[in-house]
């Protein structure tokens, strides 16, 4: 049998021609969610930059998009397998702002209590599971969930998160392989921002190519590509996937086509990548498009903008105060 595979592209719905399925209510909560991953990167970037941490974890700055869009709809029983890059799924899926500074605060008052890395946020309540040591355990741990939930019959869905340079390394082909022939109820995420370490991904692998891999991944494995800038677009693929997976339909593959505002190390700035390919990208900060599209449908303002903003900062100035107070490091 051939294998079947659907690919679109995805255009943000404009003012006139309105989403239906979206209601206002929604539109306005991806909206505030994004703007509120945005602060909390922006606070976690500065903390870590205060505390001297030197390592190579990049910033979500300017793909709040991709992670809230697909994201925000998990249920507390779904699992989310973040990348290193995403500290702001685990927010997204319902951890405590406590727990997500205690983490990377090392306290005590962390979900692990001291037992991994700063930032590798695992909530067990939440059903997030943190980075595996190698992309072979992570994936092998993912399927292994979507096996069980598969058996269960539960309608419980995993949700994968991985970069563009995932794309390659064999274990990530077996792991959408085994998932397509076992129509398993997992979703794969690939957010392609176009960036290897300090170089173009393009060498290696084009920025149209993710998509179309679920090709030979199973008899129906849809392989979609997405503007990764577009909160709308990604919010309208990721819940049919989702609802796909929970109902029986299998595997999708995501592919979020991205550029980050900073470069794999979250404190560079990314100053080898060509001019006007900057300016073209940052031309489209996610949530820059959401407040125009949010203005054209009569639903954003300024003012609304700044309660969100004061409101979310007591509440991390409130988390942050608690990691800070928690004076007895990871000795627990």
């Known amino acids: 049998m051939a294998t079947k595979v659907r690919e679109m592209t ?25 703007l509120k991953c945005r602060l909390l990167d922006e606070l976690a970037r500065m903390l870590r930059k205060q505390a001297g941490f030197e390592d190579d974890r990049d910033s979500s700055i300017g793909q709040e998009a991709i992670a ?9 029983e779904d699992t989310v397998a973040p990348s290193r890059d995403d500290f702001i799924l685990s927010y997204i899926k319902g951890a405590p702002l406590v727990a997500l500074f205690s983490q990377l605060y090392e306290r005590t ?10 930032d590798d946020s695992e909530y067990a309540p939440q059903h997030i599971i943190i980075p595996a040591s ?10 292994d969930i979507a096996v069980t939930n598969q058996r269960k019959k539960n309608d419980k869905v995993v949700m994968v998160f991985s970069g563009e340079k995932a794309a ?6 077996q792991a959408l392989h085994f998932a397509g022939v076992r129509s398993l109820p997992i979703v794969f995420v690939c957010a392609n921002n176009m960036l290897a370490e300090s170089a173009s991904a393009q060498p290696e692998e084009s920025f ?55 470069g794999p190390n979250y404190l560079d700035l990314a100053q080898y990548r060509a001019a006007d390919t900057v300016e073209e990208w940052e031309s ?24 969100i903003i004061a409101a979310f900062q007591q ?9 800070e107070d928690d004076r007895c490091g990871a000795s627990a």
């Open 10 to 34: 995805v255009v943000t719905p404009s003012a006139s021609h309105p989403n239906p399925l979206i209601s206002h209510d929604k539109l306005r909560q991806l909206y505030s969610m994004m």
């Open 68 to 76: 809230v869009g697909a994201a925000i709809d998990l249920r507390p």
């Open 109 to 118: 008052t962390r979900p692990d209590r001291g037992r991994v890395l700063p």
């Open 134 to 143: 190698t992309l072979d355990a992570q994936l092998d741990l993912c399927t």
């Open 168 to 173: 390659s390394p064999d274990a990530w082909h």
């Open 208 to 262: 149209d190519n993710i998509s179309p891999k679920a090709d030979g991944f199973g008899f129906d494995f849809p392989g979609i590509t997405v503007d990764g800038k577009d909160a709308v677009a990604m919010y309208r693929v990721a819940h049919e996937a989702v609802e796909r997976a929970r109902f029986g339909g299998g595997p999708t593959l995501i592919e979020a086509q991205t550029f980050p505002e900073y």
């Open 284 to 307: 489209s900060d996610p949530i820059a498009a959401m407040e125009r599209y949010l203005t054209g449908k009569g639903l954003f303002s300024e003012g609304w903008k700044k309660e």
């Open 315 to 323: 509440e991390l100035d409130a988390a942050v105060e608690v990691a």
